[in-house]
């Protein structure tokens, strides 16, 4: 099946830095790829998303990019601020039914 | 407009001991999920339902159960619970459209512990 791996683990960054988080897929017919954030307590909620027949797509601060050749896609948030500390987690999948995700990593903006 | 509700948010049981966690969404959503969450791990897929009357397997579906028999709710069964059951339940729902069904709407989990 698939495999999807999340890098890093945890992130710290300074309010208004960027942060970019990774991740890679193993399944090259994998065609969808969510980004969830998970803020403490309470269930992920989907922030952004890409299909496999677009490089990068763009949210106001929030941007995901997806190299197909390499198998890898990335978030990227600009100019962050305290409320983006959350767990985020990458997904993968070519079936609406199965989703794999990414381990989590865990953002702390420090104001 | 409650979403995806779950019930209860933290429970302790025994080994050996069954329960329900409880779900149900006020979306008119077909199609319904339950996931679960170790520490330090992605979400993994217990088991699915694209509408009520229909449930399949996800990844990991030993030792649990479900059923739906209504749109609304989708209820997640541990008939003889384990430790390796400890982890956060999330359930979830998504619309019915090709366009939207990958867009998953979670609960606020259900951390359960087995001891």
């Known amino acids: 099946g698939e495999n999807v791996e999340q890098h890093p683990s945890t992130l710290s960054v300074q309010e208004g830095d960027s942060a970019v988080i990774k991740c890679t897929y193993s399944?090259?017919?994998?065609?969808?790829f969510p980004w969830y954030k998970q803020e403490l307590g309470k269930g992920p909620q989907l922030i952004i998303d890409?299909?496999?027949?677009?490089g990068e797509k763009k949210d106001q601060r929030i941007a995901v990019t997806l190299n197909k050749t390499a198998k890898h896609f990335s978030l990227h948030i600009t100019e962050t601020q305290p409320e983006d500390s959350a767990v985020y987690f990458c997904?993968?999948?070519?079936?609406?039914?199965?989703?794999?995700f990414g381990s989590g990593t865990k953002l702390n903006v420090k104001p | 407009n409650a979403g995806v509700t779950q019930t209860p948010k933290f429970r302790i049981l025994k080994i050996g001991q069954s329960m329900t966690l409880q779900c149900t969404q006020d979306?008119?959503?077909?199609?319904m999920y339950w996931y679960r969450q170790d520490p330090g791990m992605g979400l993994k897929l217990i088991y699915y339902?694209?509408?009520?009357?229909?449930?399949d397997k996800g990844e990991v579906p030993n030792g649990y159960n479900v059923s739906r028999s209504t749109t609304e709710d989708f209820p997640l069964r541990l008939e003889l619970a384990a430790p390796s059951q400890t982890s956060v339940y999330f359930c979830?729902?998504?619309?019915?459209?090709?366009?939207?069904?990958?867009?998953?709407?979670f609960g606020s989990g259900t951390q359960l512990s087995v001891l």
């Open positions: 979830a729902s998504s619309y019915s459209d090709d366009r939207d069904r990958e867009k998953l709407f």
């Open positions: 339902s694209v509408g009520a009357g229909i449930t």
């Open positions: 399944d090259s017919a994998s065609n969808y």
């Open positions: 997904a993968a999948s070519k079936n609406f039914n199965k989703f794999y």
């Open positions: 890409i299909r496999s027949n677009v």
């Open positions: 979306m008119n959503h077909n199609y």
